[in-house]
């Protein structure tokens, strides 16, 4: 076999394996669209759970678990973005290669492996424990923060190192200085790593069940959520639907139904990123 029939062979099994990804993938999605696509209306979405005459959640909607999914998102947002951005720009712009950074980097890459429920237990015990905060949203929200902040470092971190250094060389030669060339022209050019960053981060935390467990997160709050108090959650309720239900058959919808809405939240935040990415690409070229 010589090196071209080695090169169609390879190519041809990077098509496979790409090809059994995206079947897998479209398969999960027809799974779960075909089994929430009846349930799914207005009313679902607009109106909050009510439980039936045998003790189920079998009628109403998934509005306040679609609130309290939002605000833990605004919260990871608020929280993990700035540290994991600037903290990552730290590292790569002013550490460099120093002894520090590389050390950083490797706890940095040792968190990013840590389980879910391990950074759940982390924010009882530190911020519900030690610093006396209530169990809610907020306690919730950081905890989450703290799961995908080694992924929006190391994310920050290779768009940075993407950058030329003939962008940094250039700004600073015209006089500016270190942070002005950061600001204005290195982070610019990053952002659309950035940016994809932040939205794998996103992604990661809107699905992320283990955490909540321990913080607050309930199968049925009263009202709506809030930064303090019982919230409910769509990863949350997803799973209450479907390991302690006590009549399968007429909660299957729902719970196809609600992974269907929490996916459709996912996809937005992915194609806003897209085009945001898009628009900062077309803007930044070099």
């Known amino acids: 076999?010589?090196?071209?029939?080695?090169?169609?062979?390879?190519?041809?099994?990077?098509?496979?394996?790409?090809?059994?990804?995206?079947?897998?993938?479209?398969?999960?999605?027809?799974?779960?669209?075909?089994?929430?696509?009846?349930?799914?209306?207005?009313d679902f979405i607009t109106q909050p759970p009510k439980i039936d005459t045998h003790g189920s959640m079998t009628q109403g909607g998934i509005f306040p678990a679609i609130v309290g999914t939002v605000y833990l998102m605004l919260v990871v947002l608020v929280f993990s973005v700035p540290i994991g951005v600037l903290g990552a720009v730290y590292l790569v712009e002013y550490q460099g290669k120093s002894r520090f950074a590389k050390g950083v980097w490797i706890i940095v890459h040792n968190l990013a492996g840590v389980p879910s429920i391990v950074y759940g237990l982390l924010g009882l015990g530190l911020l519900v424990a030690y610093l006396q905060l209530d169990l809610g949203i907020l306690v919730a929200g950081i905890t989450l923060g703290l799961l995908v902040l080694p992924v929006i470092i190391v994310t920050t971190r290779e768009a940075l190192i993407a950058v030329p250094p003939t962008v940094r060389e250039a700004s600073?030669?015209?006089?500016?200085?270190?942070?002005?060339?950061?600001?204005?022209?290195?982070?610019?050019?990053a952002m659309p790593g950035i940016l994809t960053g932040m939205i794998l981060s996103l992604s990661r935390a809107a699905g992320e069940t283990a955490p909540i467990l321990a913080l607050g997160a309930t199968a049925l709050a009263p009202g709506m959520p809030s930064l303090f108090g019982p919230y409910m959650a769509l990863p949350y309720h997803i799973y209450i639907m479907s390991s302690q239900s006590t009549n399968a058959a007429l909660t299957a919808p729902i719970q196809y139904a609600s992974a269907l809405v929490l996916l459709i939240i996912v996809i937005g935040m992915n194609l806003f990123a897209i085009y945001l990415r898009k628009k900062y690409r077309d803007k930044y070229r070099w």
């Open 1 to 42: 076999m010589n090196r071209k029939e080695k090169e169609e062979l390879y190519f041809m099994l990077f098509r496979g394996c790409a090809l059994l990804v995206v079947g897998i993938l479209a398969i999960l999605i027809g799974f779960i669209l075909i089994g929430g696509i009846g349930k799914l209306s207005i």
């Open 172 to 189: 600073m030669a015209v006089g500016a200085t270190k942070w002005q060339t950061i600001r204005h022209h290195v982070i610019p050019y």
